[in-house]
């Protein structure tokens, strides 16, 4: 009976006009519920919120991602939105908010040996003091908006050879100390990048990213 009425649900989403990737991805999904609700000879008509539980714990098991789940659990919570208008059951056991799974913190996503590559030679087609806040960027972490209001003040220099930026607007307006290796700090220095002591030691780079440059 399970089995049929995921077929007559599927055949309700091509009705109203679903597309072909949403009904293939609804029975992929639907099809791991059907499969554990007929391995554990659960009755899908009386499923209970602590059943639901199980099933969602049972997609973790299995290695599968957290958005995979959430995808599932809501294609699950639309088929039984399905069965209560169909009458088959009297309420909907999915509850989507007590049972999501939270998405873990994507790890950042670094340039390859070879994009460094292109990305440095790109660096000397641009004005050098654009590259220099490319180079900061890179080299501190800093934002766009942080590494534009660098003055030469800023720029504090430390017994050991190394170099703390403070930075004037961090975000939630906090001034952060930003530690770096001499590279960037040196070039903010050089002869023409500055245009006085108390000067924009990088001029500002927020508007040369607006112009479409990585």
Known sequence: ????????????????????????????????????????????????LKQVKLFRNHLV??????????????ALKSFYDFLVDERVVRGNPIITRRLRVKDGQSLP???????LEKFYQWLNTIPPHMALGYRTMLATGMRVSE???????????????????RVRHGKGDKEPAITSNGGPANAAWQPGLTSTPTGAAIPPVRSYCKKGYP
Request: overall charge negative.
């Open 109 to 115: 996503h670094f340039m390859t040996p070879e994009e």
């Open 1 to 48: 009976m399970l089995r049929q009425q995921v077929k007559n649900y599927l055949i309700e989403l091509k009705m109203i006009g679903s597309s072909a990737h949403t009904l293939s991805n609804y029975g992929f999904h639907l099809d791991k519920f059907v499969s554990y609700i007929e391995r554990e000879t659960l009755d899908f008509t009386t499923l209970t």
């Open 61 to 74: 098991e299995q290695g599968l991602k957290p958005a995979t789940i959430n995808a599932v659990l809501a």
């Open 147 to 165: 590494v534009s209001s660098v003055t030469p003040n800023d720029i504090i220099v430390l017994d050991n050879g190394g170099y703390v930026f």
